[in-house]
């Protein structure tokens, strides 16, 4: 049996619904879950006779197998739920259909992967082939990743992304440290990863202005119904003059000049700080660099890790901050032995 987007969609729901042992869902239930979820796609939703195709594919070898408890009732229909309380398609190998729809959706985004707005591809495709178990046989640990898979905040990633695809207002509850919790008002508009960590930049209703928001720190996300404010930035752009994501308001892009040891020096040239590094021809050693940002927090925390393997030459400004944060740092290790 073919399957296609929305026929992903409905499995998913079901799926859930299935691994639900606090409630027993008959077919009205099920159609019921699976409409409302279609409906709000913008999708139409489907007859009995799809639900019953669809819970015939899940247990046929071709699907998943799975296995249902047929003692469960709810009144006099019959109900469903999974055998195993521990079952779920999420964690289930992928079956036949899966694997040759991945495969034909590898191939596809291949294309495309030496293309510069699609360089991220070149990490995607070989993680994607490696945890669904593409790979040959023994060919499993060519290649491993850095990630916090405990990290707060991912499970609204999501929730998030589907906001601002339906340019949905929302109501956040956010937990600063060491501070109570609030609720503010936003028109989300991007996603950004930076250093591990997952940052919600939107519309602030109460400021007017652009805010950003770390996920860990969200603990609640309701959708509302009120307007949208529409953004007019380009969000591929707009991380192009500054290391991070932080971008101060009234900051202006600085050209900093910066030394590098030898012994640093190459690690610099084959790892770029930003996309405006250049030789800086003025140094005859040509152990300097120069790069073009808006300094921010970001930045001074990745000149920082280089310690004694780097000087800040120009401008003024950007050194004596560099010079205070040594100090203050140094003033860290003034205790007597």
Not at 33 to 49: D, H, S, W
Not at 65 to 72: G, K, S, V, Y
Not at 108 to 134: C, D, G, N, T, V
């Amino acid at each position: 049996m073919a399957t296609n987007r929305h026929a992903q969609i409905r499995y998913t729901i079901l799926d859930r619904c299935f691994n639900n042992h606090n409630r027993l869902f008959d077919y009205d239930d099920l159609l019921n879950e699976v409409n409302y979820v279609l409906f709000e796609l913008g999708t139409e939703g489907i007859k009995l006779r799809q639900l019953q195709y669809d819970i015939e594919h899940m247990k046929s070898d071709a699907g998943w197998a799975i296995e249902f408890d047929e003692t469960l009732k709810k009144g006099r229909k019959k109900a469903f739920q999974y055998q195993d309380k521990n079952f779920s398609i999420a964690n289930h190998p992928l079956n036949v259909n899966d694997v040759e729809q991945l495969e034909t959706t590898i191939a596809i985004l291949s294309r495309y992967k030496h293309r510069a707005e699609f360089s991220w591809l070149e990490e995607l495709i070989p993680r994607m082939e490696q945890a669904f178990q593409l790979v040959e046989s023994g060919d499993n640990g060519i290649i491993s990743y850095q990630e916090n898979l405990d990290l707060k905040g991912r499970e609204h990633i999501g929730t998030l992304f589907n906001m601002i695809l339906k340019r949905k207002q929302v109501k956040i509850t956010y937990e600063p440290y060491g501070k109570p919790e609030f609720d503010v008002v936003v028109c989300p508009y991007h996603i950004k990863q930076y250093n591990n960590r997952w940052f919600l930049f939107c519309f602030n209703e109460e400021y007017k202005s652009i805010s950003n928001y770390p996920l860990d720190r969200i603990t609640g996300i309701e959708e509302l119904n009120a307007s949208f404010e529409s953004s007019t930035i380009n969000w591929l752009d707009y991380f192009d003059d500054i290391i991070g994501v932080t971008k101060p308001e009234e900051g202006k892009v600085e050209k900093i000049v910066l030394r590098f040891s030898e012994q640093r020096i190459n690690y610099v040239l084959t790892k770029p700080l930003h996309g405006t590094q250049k030789i800086y021809k003025e140094d005859q050693s040509n152990c300097s660099m120069t790069i073009e940002v808006i300094p921010n927090q970001e930045l001074y925390q990745q000149l920082l890790a280089f310690g004694p393997d780097l000087e800040i030459l120009e401008p003024a400004k950007v050194r004596l901050k560099m010079i205070d944060l040594i100090k203050e740092t140094s003033n860290n290790y003034n205790y007597a032995e």
